[in-house]
């Protein structure tokens, strides 16, 4: 069965102070790999898909790699508005059709 | 992408009661999927709802509990039957764009809390 696993929990970071969110994920075959941002109250906003060992994608702030066996979101210099839950998921290639498998999430705190 | 809307956004309901969750998306897809997020923890999948078929349930969901609809390619409606408190969760509809690469885009969710 397809794991994922997030790291840390939680992070708190002052306002310009980069730093990076694991994931760990163990799949047989990876269909890919996706990050997403989750506000409270609302549902989660897609950021990136990765598919292949080596793949980056950046927005903004954010930029996302993946190896074999994690991925990485970066956030560099973050502001206050990028306060909230980062959420990893990941779908095999012997998953029930659509099915993601997502992380417990990294709640990321950005204060002033 | 897609712009997905959920009715209601959150109900208070009591136990033995139903309640029907409503998912619209602005543009057609084939798949549309239902995901419970309880209090502080992560998504899981209900069900796949796939229009013209019935829904595919994962492994500890049943129709019994959580009949699902699909009449056509923009709607889909989830009921909660006979609802207790272990049922408090987020509900969240997603769908799959084609040609998005197996990219899911989420609904707001509907907060659903049974006293």
């Known amino acids: 069965e397809d794991q994922v696993t997030q790291s840390p929990e939680a992070l708190r970071l002052q306002e310009g102070e980069s730093s990076s969110l694991n994931c760990s994920y163990t799949?047989?075959?990876?269909?890919?790999l996706f990050w997403y941002r989750q506000d409270p109250g609302k549902g989660p906003e897609f950021l990136f898909t990765?598919?292949?060992a080596g793949e980056e994608k950046e927005k903004e702030r954010l930029k996302a790699t993946l190896t074999k066996k994690e991925s990485f979101l970066h956030i560099t210099a973050p502001k206050p508005e990028d306060s909230a839950t980062y959420l990893c998921?990941?779908?095999?290639?012997?998953?029930?059709?659509?099915?993601?498998?997502f992380g417990a999430g990294t709640q990321v705190v950005v204060t002033p | 992408s897609a712009v997905i809307s959920q009715k209601p956004s959150r109900d208070i309901c009591q136990r033995g009661t139903s309640l029907t969750i409503q998912c619209q998306v602005d543009?057609?897809?084939?798949?549309m999927f239902w995901y419970r997020q309880q209090p502080g923890q992560s998504l899981t999948l209900i069900a796949t709802?796939?229009?013209?078929?019935?829904?595919?349930?994962e492994s500890g969901f049943v129709i019994d509990k959580f009949p699902i609809s699909r009449p056509n390619l923009t709607f889909s409606t989830l009921t909660v039957s006979n609802m207790s408190p272990e049922d408090s969760s987020i509900y969240l509809c997603?769908?799959?764009?084609?040609?998005?690469?197996?990219?899911?885009?989420f609904g707001p969710g509907t907060r659903l809390t049974v006293t």
């Open positions: 997603s769908v799959e764009v084609q040609g998005a690469s197996y990219e899911q885009y």
């Open positions: 799949v047989s075959g990876l269909r890919g």
């Open positions: 990765l598919y292949s």
């Open positions: 998921a990941v779908r095999g290639t012997t998953d029930s059709w659509g099915k993601l498998q």
């Open positions: 543009s057609q897809v084939t798949m």
């Open positions: 709802a796939n229009q013209g078929s019935e829904a595919t349930y």
